[in-house]
């Protein structure tokens, strides 16, 4: 696969007045930014009819730095929100950034329902295990005995997991990555974009300043080894378990994909048998 | 629209209660979106939504909570659309943040909030005025929002119309504050003719999008409301809760653009006090004794001052029918000769603080407060005024 | 042509790491941010793969590619 050069994301994607941006040193919300917007690139999408929905976070700022219509919400309702503007008008492509906190936290509700309704958006998640914005707190992914400031003992709550949540409930696209896997998540973000109903990316991405500090993870290269190592794509694994082996790694790789009518399709048709 | 909407109603005139009412005027006034969660006794208002906007090409979908509800309703407006929920108290509470976020970003949405005995879950099917405060203060930091109440179910009506107008004229969220009562009492109500609908939509840009500036103010017809664009439009606006310059983004540090943005955002709406605030009075011209009254309350306490003017009492009655933002200036004017001010509640006295402010100590002010769910005997505010 | 906007360059040097090629070492000099940016050493080995460009989280580094103009 040929990449493009940045001038052209720099140029057409991007609020050039806007950089350069305020994440941290090797923060991987940059990243993801930018596999998303190459994904759009390739895709053709037309960014006057495009809303990007973001909640409160590190995570959530990346509308602020993308040409399009922007909607920065509230903590946790980034998809109640684009609920609304894409059922308000479906004409438009909706897509979600929303942290790991974000979403599967004080917005957990939200993501559920809106799998369940099967609205028509895209959600990407930038899961850095952690609160990053608000200084390094545990969040529902931060793993078991992890250090955060607020489980300085290490974190005794279970983690859950927002791609197996997605697929518990219904969505028809899911698909993890890290930031380490820049062409699978490229192709991942266009097979989003172009599903019908509800589509999640989740993308692992290092946050050195506070999960990668507090738990002597080292700087962003030792983070993004770090992710290669303990995560096990979906094709392997499920040869593992077949083979009757079992593994404590996260399963990355595409999910689920299937085909299932969103809100807006079986709105329309009763709205038209009303008629 | 509005006409597809009185023939599709079939008659103009119905007996109906004030849920549905509050459905009707948001047809009438182009309402095509709504977002909520059922709640007593504000759920018939979600099933008269769910029944008409499929018919109207607008959209109708029960959330998962009322914070989504409120939340699907202001993404629905980014869109330009008009957009309503409705929910009581618990419901309210929930919403808090988002109505914070609505001042903020200047987003027009209409919030029905059919009042219940609180506080909590409180009592589900009991009238109650206990929301008063919370309308104008529920959410945190300094702000403005317009809160209506009506005293019958054809003002509902009515004022559902009035509450889109102001909502997309000063782009403000505006709460219709029912209670128990209204909402589920039934009266005839006799749609407008179409002629005599007045059916305000937000203005939208003036120039083109190398210029726009989501912000900047001057341009619409009051001068300190910013225009809007809405998304898709191919303007490209970026909408933020986080104080906001005028391009819309953030800047979070500074003082100046912080006073500045959150002083224009009162002042959009006070500025036009005169223009926002209706109210009603009777028998002022030698009123010793003032009755002030708004929403469902206002109909027994009329009763009683007439009741009472016949026993040759000089009382007077206002009704506020706009109760946020208060006129101050307005009240002291026609405050300024009574002795005594009687304010009936159904709460333990909310309005009767800033009509205390108003009159400061010159005026004695009585708070007639009555909670549980039963609305005011005439009686009881007689005999109130008889005290005097 | 490889340029490296240094207004943008955080030093990370992912850049640094993960160039197939290793055209980039980290430079030795503080850019005006504060950082040590990555300095283009053997742009002659760059084959314009752009992962560099892609796994730059801070849109820093643009090679120029005549192809896709
Ligand atoms: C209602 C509310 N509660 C708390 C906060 C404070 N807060 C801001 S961001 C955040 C957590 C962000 O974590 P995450 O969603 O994982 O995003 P990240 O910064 O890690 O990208 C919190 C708790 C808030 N803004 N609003
Ligand atoms: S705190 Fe963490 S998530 Fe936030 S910008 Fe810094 S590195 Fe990124
Ligand atoms: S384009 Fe490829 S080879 Fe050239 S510098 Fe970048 S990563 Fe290295
Ligand atoms: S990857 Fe980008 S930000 Fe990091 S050192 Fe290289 S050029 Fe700088
Ligand atoms: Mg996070």
Redo the contacts with the bound molecule.
């Keep these: 696969m040929g990449f493009i050069s940045n001038d052209i994301i720099i140029e057409k994607y991007l609020r050039k007045d806007m950089l350069p941006t305020i994440f941290c040193t090797g923060c991987g ?1 940059g990243s993801v930014m930018n596999y998303a917007l190459r994904a759009i690139h390739d895709l053709n999408i037309d960014m006057n009819e495009t809303v990007f929905v973001s ?7 990346v509308p602020g730095y993308i040409y399009s219509d922007g909607l920065h919400s ?3 309702r980034a998809i109640a929100y684009a609920t609304g503007v894409k059922l308000a008008n479906p004409k438009l492509k909706v897509i979600v950034f ?10 957990g509700n939200h993501f559920l329902h809106a799998i369940r309704r099967n609205v028509d958006i895209t959600v990407i998640s ?9 200084g390094g ?1 545990v ?1 529902p ?1 931060t793993p078991l005995n992890s250090k955060t400031t607020t489980t300085p003992y290490g974190n005794i709550e279970y983690p859950i997991d927002l791609s197996m949540m997605a697929k518990v409930i219904g969505a028809p696209y899911v698909a993890r990555w890290t930031t380490a896997h820049p062409v699978q998540c490229i192709s991942s973000i266009k097979k989003a974009l172009q599903k019908t109903g509800f589509s999640f990316v989740e993308v692992l ?1 290092p ?1 050195p300043t ?1 999960y990668g500090r507090l738990n002597k993870m080292g700087n962003t290269l030792d983070m993004t080894k770090h992710f290669k190592e303990s995560t096990i794509n979906i094709k392997l694994y499920e040869k593992m378990l077949a083979d009757g082996k079992t593994t404590d790694k996260m399963v990355i790789g595409e999910l689920v994909d299937i085909e299932k009518e969103d809100f807006n399709t079986k709105y329309n048709k009763f709205c038209g048998e009303l008629k | 629209m509005t006409n597809d909407v009185i023939r599709l109603l079939g008659r103009k005139d119905l007996f109906i209660q004030g849920d549905d009412a509050a459905v009707y005027g948001a047809l009438i006034a182009d309402c095509r979106f709504f977002a909520g969660y059922p709640i007593t006794p504000a759920t018939e208002v979600a099933e008269g939504m769910a029944l008409w906007m499929p018919k109207l090409g607008g959209v109708y979908v029960q959330m998962e909570d009322e914070i989504a509800s409120i939340a699907a309703v202001i993404g629905a407006s980014c869109t330009g659309v008009k957009s309503m929920t409705a929910t009581s108290g618990p419901g309210f509470s929930l919403m808090q ?1 988002c109505i914070g976020y609505a001042c903020m970003a200047e987003i027009p949405c209409v919030i029905v909030n059919v009042q219940r005995g609180g506080p909590s879950t409180g009592q589900p099917t009991e009238a109650a005025q206990g929301d008063v405060m919370q309308a104008m203060w529920g959410t945190h930091g300094d702000h403005q929002i317009i809160a209506l109440a009506p005293k019958s179910v054809q003002e509902t009506l009515d004022l559902t119309i009035e509450a889109f107008n102001l909502s997309e004229d000063y782009r403000v969220p505006v709460i219709l504050l029912l209670d128990a009562e209204i909402g589920h009492m039934r009266e005839k109500v006799v749609l407008p003719e179409v002629v005599n609908v007045k059916v305000d939509e937000r203005v939208p840009a003036t120039i083109g999008p190398d210029k726009y500036r989501p912000y900047r103010t001057g341009f619409t017809r009051t001068s300190k409301v910013p225009e809007f664009a809405p998304f898709g439009s191919g303007y490209r606006t970026y909408v933020t809760g986080l104080t906001h310059d005028k391009r819309g983004f953030p800047v979070t540090t500074s003082a100046d653009v912080h006073e500045e943005l959150v002083r224009r955002l009162i002042e959009k709406v006070q500025d036009d006090m005169d223009v926002i605030w209706y109210h009603e009075d009777l028998f002022l011209d030698d009123a010793e004794i003032i009755v002030i009254s708004y929403g469902t309350t206002s109909r027994p306490a009329v009763s009683a001052v007439k009741m009472a003017r016949k026993s040759g009492i000089k009382v007077g009655h206002i009704r506020l029918i706009t109760i946020w933002p208060f006129h101050y200036e307005k009240m002291k004017e026609l405050l300024k000769n009574a002795h005594t001010i009687i304010v009936p509640e159904m709460n333990l006295g909310q309005m009767v603080h800033p009509i205390r402010e108003t009159v400061g100590k010159d005026i004695k002010v009585i708070s007639a407060p009555k909670i549980g769910g039963a609305i005011h005997t005439p009686y009881e505010i007689l005999k109130c005024i008889e005290e005097e | 042509m490889i340029h490296v906007n240094t207004n943008y360059c955080k030093g990370c040097l992912l850049c640094v790491e993960y160039c197939p090629k290793k055209v980039y070492v980290k430079s030795e000099k503080l850019s005006k941010k504060g950082v040590f940016p990555p300095e283009v050493k053997f742009p002659e080995n760059c084959i314009k793969c752009h992962l560099c460009e892609l796994m730059c989280p801070d849109f820093a580094i643009i090679v120029e590619d005549k192809d896709d103009k």
């Design positions: 919300i909640g409160i976070g590190c995570s959530s700022r509230l903590h946790g929303t942290g790991d906190g974000d979403c599967g936290a004080i917005g930038i899961n850095n295990f952690i609160y990053g914005m608000t707190q969040a992914t991405a946050c506070s | 943040e």
